[in-house]
């Protein structure tokens, strides 16, 4: 099969179209043919060589797929072949074909079309297990999202709005703000021009943020907690701004609140299996309905996997990039 190798760390050029051993569907996996993958972040970490797999995964890049079932591993059952399905990831989605784990594997969405569904798995997995899962974010309680327009805060915007949260977002410029006002955001922050804690105090009365979900990482860190409101939630799910910073204990005392970290790769199969149960069981109906959607900002060909890095990296996308077979 042809899969996508990193041939040594560097820039998206080290990205190259190779043929590979095929994938085989192990005990308790499927084998899905991929129809398209996605990009992420941690996708260019790896690439860079800052991100190895977890022990046991692909070594190619791509956290989330959509595809068709073309085999099933032993002690494998609820699944057919010919069945269209998306899937979270701890590797190898750059590819014709992955073996996927069964408890992380979904069905595509009625509604939605095969490719699109490539766009789902992580950011959904992502911010149901730590706005919902684990900040615990109720109706009418207000969440900030830091890069509203990526494609985690395109889907933390809808998701949030549709269990009836308020929803403050930071973004870069006018037309990233507009994207995320369009998908229900109540507050928009432009972080080149606005200090996002004055903005959330002003907004919310000086009370501040319930839950914040923050890419942001060190950088924001001392301002993610003074913009907390008191019990609030910090989720940091990223470190684009850094791995280390300093932090008055002494704020997040006097708040009650509480700092979560978290990644998805590296976790347990039966966590992720837990988390993926709760996307369907929750997540899954507001697709159906039409209330949240996957927004997808641009397709390029499998083979063009560098051209898609560098149109992450520059940093003017909206949503989701897709890598499509074919």
Same mark, same amino acid.
């Given at each position: ?150 494609? +985690? ?6 998701? /949030?709005? *549709?269990? &009836? =949260?308020?929803? %403050?977002?930071? !973004? #870069? ?96 199969e039966s966590e ?11 997540v899954w109906p ?8 996957? +927004? ?6 499998? /083979?063009? *996997?560098? &051209? =898609?890095?560098? %149109?992450?990296? !520059? #940093? ?11």
């Amino acid at each position: 099969m042809k899969a996508i190798t990193i041939t040594e760390p560097g820039g998206p050029d080290v990205l190259v179209w190779s043929t590979v051993p095929d994938a085989e569907a192990g005990p308790g996996e499927v084998l899905v043919e991929v129809a398209a993958s996605a990009v992420n972040r941690a996708d260019l970490l790896q690439r860079q060589g800052h991100y190895e797999p977890p022990p046991g995964a692909s070594p190619y890049p791509g956290l989330e797929c959509a595809g068709r079932v073309v085999a099933l591993g032993p002690g494998v059952a609820g699944w057919a072949v010919g069945d269209e399905v998306c899937a979270l990831l701890a590797g190898g989605g750059y590819a014709e074909k992955v073996a996927v784990p069964v408890g992380q594997l979904l069905p595509v969405p009625a509604g939605l079309d095969l490719t699109s569904a490539a766009g789902l798995p992580e950011v959904a997995a992502t911010v149901w297990s730590n706005v919902f899962m684990i900040s615990h974010l109720r109706p009418g309680e207000t969440l900030l999202v830091h890069g509203g327009a990526s494609g +985690i805060g395109t889907m933390a915007i809808q998701l /949030a709005k *549709a269990v &009836g =949260a308020r929803v %403050a977002v930071t !973004a #870069g410029g006018p037309e990233k703000l507009a994207r995320c006002a369009e998908l229900g955001a109540d507050i928009l922050i432009d972080y080149r021009e606005q200090d996002f804690v004055e903005e959330i105090r002003k907004a919310t009365d000086g009370a501040g943020a319930d839950v914040i979900l923050d890419i942001v990482g060190a950088k924001y860190l001392e301002r993610n907690v003074r913009a907390l409101a008191v019990n609030g939630r910090l989720a940091v799910i990223g470190m684009q701004g850094g791995m280390k910073a300093e932090l008055n204990l002494g704020t997040l005392l006097g708040k009650r609140a509480a700092i979560t970290a978290t990644s998805l790769r590296a976790r347990p199969e039966s966590e992720k299996a837990a988390i993926i149960a709760a996307v369907q069981e929750h997540v899954w109906p507001l697709i159906a309905d039409g209330q949240v959607r996957p +927004i997808i900002d641009q397709k390029l060909p499998m /083979a063009d *996997a560098a &051209g =898609a890095h560098r %149109a992450l990296e !520059a #940093g003017s996308h909206i949503g989701k990039i897709l890598l499509v077979a074919g």
